[in-house]
């Protein structure tokens, strides 16, 4: 693992500028980035003591916002699904029955558990690229474009969820007026959230499948039956 650090290490320190993103912008910013600072960072909070603490943080938030404190159970009780930001798709009408069907009160507990929500939001990406980073150290990838894609993944999950989530704290508060514009900003940023959910998540499983296979075919057992 330490080699493949090192190799990542190496190669983002002399061939940064060869990363090839598909925006414009994005390979600008690429260009004023170090690199070799960024796995350094990785690295570091990538140990132990860091991971546990990510991961606690991670399951803190969780509760927080599923205490009944906070609203929770009132939102369960609506029609429909508890939070909408929960539900893969939505469209302008479901937004606005939603927010009707709430009631003031509801909305209220909504608009709480919305400012609650940055907490996961934040605590999950976390978790997301302590994963991905640990798992590419495990598969030993020494190219940076790779880790630096799949690092992506989280970022842009939580960024297309900042959106969202600030879009329907909008329209919740100046509900009952609506501006549709706003709520389509809110449902079409969902969906491009819940699409890189799906995609991390997917990406996340097939890895943990690679190393399990390897470590599968390091065994003992499988070791004579290719022998």
């Known amino acids: ?17 060869e990363i090839r993103f598909p925006f414009a912008p994005l390979r600008l910013c690429v260009k004023n980035i170090n690199m ?3 796995i350094q960072i990785l690295e570091k909070y990538s140990a132990n003591k860091y991971s546990i603490l990510i991961v606690l943080f991670f399951f803190l938030s969780i509760i927080v916002i599923e205490n009944d404190i906070f609203g929770q159970d009132y939102l369960n009780n609506t029609f429909g699904v508890g939070m909408i930001d929960m539900s893969f798709f939505s ?22 558990l919305s400012v609650l929500d940055f907490i996961i939001i934040i605590s999950f990406a976390l ?36 959106v969202e989530n600030l879009a329907f704290i909008h329209t919740t508060i100046t509900f009952p007026a609506v501006n549709q514009y706003i709520i389509q900003i809110a449902c079409v940023f969902k969906g491009l959230k819940w699409l890189v959910f799906s995609s991390t998540a997917f990406i996340v499983v097939g ?4 190393i399990l296979l390897k470590a599968g075919l390091k065994a003992p057992v499988f070791s004579k039956i290719r022998s």
Not at 106 to 112: C, I
Not at 129 to 150: G, H, T
Not at 207 to 210: A, D, P
Request: with cysteine; glycine share 2%.
């Open 207 to 210: 890895m943990l499948l690679v």
């Open 91 to 112: 469209s302008v009408q479901d937004v606005i029955r939603y927010m009707t069907n709430l009631g003031e009160s509801g909305r209220e507990a909504y608009l709480l």
């Open 1 to 17: 693992m330490e080699q493949a650090c090192k190799n990542l290490t190496h190669r983002s320190s002399n061939s940064y500028r």
């Open 36 to 38: 070799e600072k960024i």
């Open 127 to 162: 978790l997301q690229i302590m994963l991905i980073y640990k798992l590419s150290r495990a598969l030993k990838f020494s190219n940076v474009n790779v880790v630096i894609y799949l690092l992506s993944l989280p970022i842009a999950r939580s960024l297309f969820d900042m």
